[in-house]
């Protein structure tokens, strides 16, 4: 049997002031260092020992690993930053605010553009100053990678060649791997795994910074998955993700 570990960042500045975020490359608040720091104790705590750790290219998601790999005593642990693990691009919502959104758009839409699995959010114009087609950090992909918007089914055509291609190859080859990503990359990863609807992918939410274990056979299907902590806890987080896209 294989484990890996997936873990979505801790609170970021956008999430505090809940707003659509996608690449936006915001930092984590003093909450969300919390929340690294406690993921790295539970998982320390459980007695989890990792080879090798994968985060995205932004800044929420790999401040996290640090933060817990830091509080593990593991900061020597090889990390692969790899762009296909962002969070889902958000379009032309980046930066709005997703209650005033839900007030303008109706609740009904924004949960389309939030976790539809086949919607994308409006689209960014091409010489909008939110592309991304400047950032160095992406200058080694053709503008075509690079993305103006994703619904959920883009994101899982970017996540699924990174699973497939090197993390899978990691695991199958005996690496222990934690992933620090987001929500919405992290949804793509799970609905492939867990082969999950794309009905029931609407209502998967994943809490802040709370290490998600998945235990996985031979063929790297999966047995089972479960939290580490507090479990009402983590019911009120997800419950509280849900809730973000809708009108006060
Ligand atoms: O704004 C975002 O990029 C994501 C994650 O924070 O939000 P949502 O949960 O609305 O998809």
């Given amino acids: 049997m294989y484990k890996i570990v997936f873990m979505r960042h801790g609170e970021s500045t956008w999430n505090l002031e809940n707003r659509f975020t996608g690449w936006t490359d915001v930092d984590l608040t003093e909450k ?101 087609f400047a950032d160095p950090r992406y200058a080694g992909l053709d503008q075509g990678s690079i993305p103006l918007t994703e619904c959920l089914k883009d994101t899982v055509a970017r996540v699924m060649p990174c699973w497939d291609e090197e993390i899978a190859p990691a695991i199958r080859a005996g690496k222990q791997i934690l992933i620090s990503a987001h929500g919405n990359s992290l949804r793509a990863l799970i609905k492939m795994l867990d082969n999950i609807s794309d009905d029931d992918i609407v209502s998967l939410n994943i809490p802040n910074g709370t290490p998600l274990v998945y235990e996985l056979d031979a063929d790297l299907k999966p047995i089972r998955h479960y939290y580490l902590g507090d479990q009402e806890a983590i019911a009120a987080k997800m419950a509280a993700v849900a809730n973000q896209g809708k009108a006060k």
Avoid: C
């Fill in 32 to 132: 969300g260092i919390g929340e690294a720091k406690t993921a790295g104790r539970q998982l320390r705590e459980a007695g989890f020992a990792f080879d090798l750790a994968y985060t995205s290219v932004l800044t929420r998601a790999i401040r996290t690993l640090w933060l817990a790999m830091d509080e593990m005593d593991m900061m020597w642990l090889p990390i692969k930053n790899d762009w296909r693990l962002n969070e889902r691009h958000y379009g032309a919502l980046q930066g709005l605010d997703k209650g005033e959104t839900a007030a303008k758009f109706g609740d009904e839409q924004v949960l389309v553009w939030r976790r539809s699995y086949d919607t994308p959010p409006p689209s960014l114009e091409a010489d909008d100053p939110r592309t991304s």
